[in-house]
């Protein structure tokens, strides 16, 4: 179980929160749209003002779909919902190819599979991606994020923007016209990828019990903190 929360989260989350399927990513028309030298001047208040309306969200609620594309040839899809409520708060609940849970807080995070009738209490995801998290908390300024390279998908009609974030490996992050943030993808050093897009955005805050989990009876708890 550890190996599939370390496999699942910390490509994800550094991604992190819909599908984009190996061919829909191959024939995007990716294209530079600016140079980076003009930038700050020309774009800057679009990816600014987009990270600021994240921070300043109370919580925001979205289905995704995710693909992750491994070295040797393999992959795998996933979908489901993806919460987080302000501060600190998360829930990532997967539909398919299998259910399975996560929900954090302050304090704790909680790894759920009804099909192996297992449950994980794990201290905290800060030793998996912080600074994704710190962003889709609300917490990472600007000021904190470096944009590296810029391009403009006109299959998916969204600005994607290449940044690092801290210590973090670099993330493309994707926005729509609106600037709402609505693709992560990212590269870990062993050439895995993982590409995930948000859809059906609500941004109201969620409520606070979304966010509670009690094991059922008949679940064997593994205590891992």
């Excluded at 600016?34 to 925001?60: E, N, Y």
């Excluded at 304090?107 to 600074?131: I, R, T």
């Amino acid at each position: 179980m550890i190996r599939r929360f370390s496999t699942i989260l910390r490509i994800a989350l550094a991604g992190a929160v819909v599908m984009l399927f190996a061919a829909q990513a191959s024939a995007a028309k990716v294209k530079q749209e600016w140079d980076l030298d003009g930038f700050q001047h020309r774009q800057g208040d679009f990816f600014t003002q987009s990270i600021h309306r994240l921070s300043h969200l109370p919580g925001f609620s979205c289905q995704f779909d995710q693909l992750m594309a491994f070295s040797d040839g393999g992959g795998q899809h996933y979908s489901g919902r993806l919460a987080i409520l302000k501060p600190g708060r998360f829930r990532w609940q997967y539909e398919k190819p299998y259910a399975q849970l996560y929900i954090g807080n302050h304090q704790s995070v909680w790894h759920y599979e009804p099909d192996l009738m297992q449950a994980e209490h794990l201290g905290s995801l800060e030793s998996v991606d912080p600074a994704v998290m710190r962003l889709l908390n609300g917490e990472l300024k600007v000021s904190e994020i470096k944009v590296l390279k810029q391009e403009y998908d006109s299959t998916l009609e969204i600005r994607r923007f290449q940044v690092s974030m801290q210590k973090s490996p670099k993330v493309w992050l994707g926005f729509s016209k609106y600037g709402d943030l609505v693709y992560i993808e990212r590269q870990d050093m062993l050439g895995n990828s993982n590409r995930i897009r948000l859809s059906k955005c609500s941004y109201i805050a969620p409520a606070k019990k979304l966010f509670s989990f009690t094991p059922p009876a008949d679940v064997d708890v593994l205590d891992l903190r």
